[in-house]
């Protein structure tokens, strides 16, 4: 999981970084702020997960990356090419280099039901139109290899295959281009656990033998848990905590990631396992009832991402200071590649958390029902 | 789709009819027994008999003759309005579907005013700019009826501009052009077709009103439609008579729309996937589907079975349990 900052790799220049993006979708009054002051970088060889609950704008973050929403504020950079201001056929020109590839959702519906496999994985290279039909053919079968697909599959349609089949048939045709960065949208929430596996590790050897960026979007923490360097925590529109993922779900400097971890039972538990002194006051798990804000009344919860921290109505630490958007704090790391924190009280909180709860929760929180 | 097609028994029959009719259209004039434009005012309106197989009409002419004479302009006149729909309809429709607001909107307002116009008065202002004869007449048919294909095609395309496949072709930097070419025109076909055989089964039945008025087919030239019409005049004394050139006609714009039904449930297949995905249950169903057969392509050793991962396997653990649960 740290392969790429023992090998010094992280120190590169970003693949990919996203400066200060707002994105409004609609037009005029209707126009709604989905996304607002979102910073990312991505760097060679790196996963990073994009997690967040659902209408916290992963999507959206994805297809502004990719051009098919665009930001009203900020840039978007691959490598030193501002990508964010194409437009016509400059923007057709970068998607056929096939640089950066995107990987949708739902296989069933990103996957043309009237063609076959085979025209489906190479879709990609006759758009380009470089490659010769006897190339495509090569490329086509070797990408399927990648992935773990038989050739068997080539004449088979969308329909006739399985939905782990599918999934891969969706990441072929994105890595038959030789991307440098592949965004997946949730490429496991859709399948059963041994296929989900089997899609993490893939991406996992991907980066390794490739050398490929890979974001990933989930809701499901356990599923980046494994494979992730980073992680970026988006609620309602804004970036809470970016920061790399074993400290991060080790120590959640953001009140609402803490929350997000302790809600995943499995995923705390492991934590838990982990760590060296599971008894250690410093490290000891958070529980849900802890940290959540039991009246909390998100009905009046302003839709306007610039009035103050976007989680304050659900925060128990919330004070008026939480009036005010936080700005994005620097917390050290261990390991280095930055860690950033928007809470005022990112600092405090957890000692306030301690001091106040102590007598009342008990030293190894029961598991939640499932 | 060709062959998908014609699996189809319908399909099958529908061809043969069509096949039957073109060859009619061809050989029509060379098969027929008599010269349809004989008159014989002594042997009119009569019943079927040895010398008139289908009988004689109000001038004494073969009526056998007239149809298998009238195939060629009738299947001429139907084709060549129907190909003008097309043209002007269904191409239009399929690109204000792509070519974004202002083509749409201005498209929109040219079909509606098109649609204002009286066909009959239409067709005779077109042959009397243009000539008295077939085509003149067939243009105005058909450009006339383009508003039903434009409207056709524009809805059965709008459902799939917004499809992610279509999305996922434009971040390959795919043109319009060939997202339509691949992703589109194929889910559209099915549609324009039942449009087309409808609207060349009403061009056989408008020829005649037009024949009545003498535009476009002059008399004596025959057509099913023109001797439709005539029958149709003379119900007291000869009865039976329309029924001929009504199953006639009939059968034609019968087998064209059954042949159009065969090629849109052809395509059914990917009908039913569509809408499957276009429901919101579709993630459910793919799990579901995928639960119902977990050996089917879980294949653990596709990336070595022991990834340097613990969390990994601890999970895979877990699914091993789930496979066994539903083993057992």
């Known amino acids: ?203 996992d050897e991907l980066r390794t033998s490739r050398g490929l960026s890979v974001i990933i979007i989930s809701h499901d923490l356990s599923s980046l848990a494994g494979i992730a360097d980073r992680v970026l925590v988006l609620y309602r529109g804004r970036v809470v905590e970016d920061g790399p993922i074993s400290e991060v779900f080790a120590r959640p400097r953001h009140p609402y990631t803490a929350l997000l971890i302790a809600s995943a039972p499995a995923l705390s538990d492991q934590l838990a396992d982990q760590r060296p002194e599971p008894s250690s006051e410093q490290h000891r798990p958070l529980h849900v009832r802890q940290l959540r804000l039991v009246d909390a009344d998100t009905a009046t919860v302003s839709n306007d991402l610039e009035a103050g921290c976007v989680f304050r109505a659900r925060c128990r630490f919330a004070t008026d200071v939480c009036g005010t958007v936080p700005a994005a704090q620097d917390v050290p790391t261990a390991h280095g590649g930055g860690w950033r924190v928007s809470c005022h009280h990112h600092s405090t909180w957890r000692a306030e958390l301690e001091d106040a709860d102590r007598p009342r929760v008990p030293a190894r929180p029961e598991p939640l029902p499932h | 789709m060709l062959k998908k097609t ?39 309106l009569q019943g079927p008999s040895s010398r008139h197989w289908l009988g004689t009409d109000y001038l004494g002419r073969d009526v056998l003759s007239r149809l298998l004479a009238g195939t060629r302009t009738s299947v001429t006149t139907a084709a060549e309005a129907t190909l003008v729909g097309l043209v002007f309809g269904a191409i239009p429709g399929l690109l204000s579907a792509f070519l974004g607001t202002w083509f749409d909107f201005i498209a929109n307002r040219i079909t509606d005013a098109i649609m204002t116009l009286p066909t009959i008065v239409f067709a005779i202002g077109c042959t009397a700019v243009l000539g008295n004869s077939l085509t003149p007449a067939m243009l105005a048919i058909g450009f006339l009826s383009s508003p039903l294909f434009f409207r056709v095609t524009r809805a ?138 977990p050996g089917d392509d879980a294949d653990p050793a596709f990336l070595g079975a022991n990834s340097a991962n613990p969390v990994i396997d601890k999970i895979d653990e877990e699914a091993a349990d789930v496979n066994r649960h539903s083993a057992a």
């Not at chain 1, 999507?59 to 501002?82: F, H, W």
């Not at chain 2, 799939?160 to 691949?182: D, H, K, N, T």
């Open chain 1, 1 to 203: 999981m740290t392969a790429t900052v023992e090998s010094g790799r992280s120190v590169d220049l970003p693949l990919l970084s996203v400066e200060s993006v707002d994105v409004h979708l609609g037009r005029g009054r209707r126009a709604a702020h989905i996304l607002s002051q979102v910073d990312l970088t991505v760097r060679p060889g790196e996963i990073l997960g994009v997690i967040g609950e659902t209408g916290s704008g992963k999507t959206t973050l994805a297809r502004t990356v990719m051009g098919l929403a665009d930001p009203s504020q900020g840039e978007i950079r691959l490598q030193d090419k501002v990508i964010s201001s194409l437009r016509g056929s400059a923007r057709r020109d970068l998607r056929r280099g096939g640089s950066v590839q995107f990987v949708f959702q739902d296989p069933l519906r990103s996957l043309d039901p009237d063609l076959t496999v085979e025209q489906l994985v190479a879709e990609g290279l006759v758009t380009q139109g470089q490659a010769s039909s006897h190339e495509i053919a090569t490329r086509v079968r070797e990408a399927l290899g990648w992935v773990g697909l038989d050739e068997s599959l080539l004449s088979k349609h969308p329909a006739q295959i399985s939905g782990g089949q599918r999934q891969r048939v969706s990441i072929a045709r994105a890595l038959v281009l030789r991307p440098q960065l592949l965004i997946c949208d949730e490429p496991v929430s859709a399948l059963d656990s041994s296929n989900r596996n089997n899609i993490l590790r893939l991406l």
């Open chain 2, 6 to 44: 014609l699996r189809f028994r319908s399909a099958q029959i529908s061809v043969a009819i069509l096949l039957a009719v073109l060859l009619l259209a061809i050989f029509g004039s060379a098969l027929a027994p008599q010269d349809p434009l004989h008159q014989s005012v002594k042997d009119f």
């Open chain 2, 156 to 293: 059965a395309a709008l459902e799939f501009v917004r499809a992610q496949y279509v999305e996922s072709a434009e971040l390959f930097g795919a043109s319009r052009f060939r997202i339509v070419r691949v992703h589109v025109l194929n889910k559209v076909i099915p549609t324009i077709a039942v449009a087309a055989a409808m609207s060349a089964s009403a061009a056989l039945l408008i020829v005649s009103s037009l024949t009545f008025l003498g535009i476009g087919v002059v008399p004596p030239a025959p057509t099913w439609g023109g001797v439709l019409a005539s029958d149709l005049s003379y119900l007291n004394q000869a009865p039976w008579a329309p029924i001929v050139p009504a199953v006639l006609i009939m059968l034609t714009a019968g087998a064209l729309n059954a042949l159009a039904d065969a090629i849109r449930d052809a395509s059914g297949v990917h009908v039913s996937l569509l809408s499957a995905a276009s429901s919101k249950a579709a993630t459910e169903e793919a799990a579901a589907t995928e639960l119902t057969q």
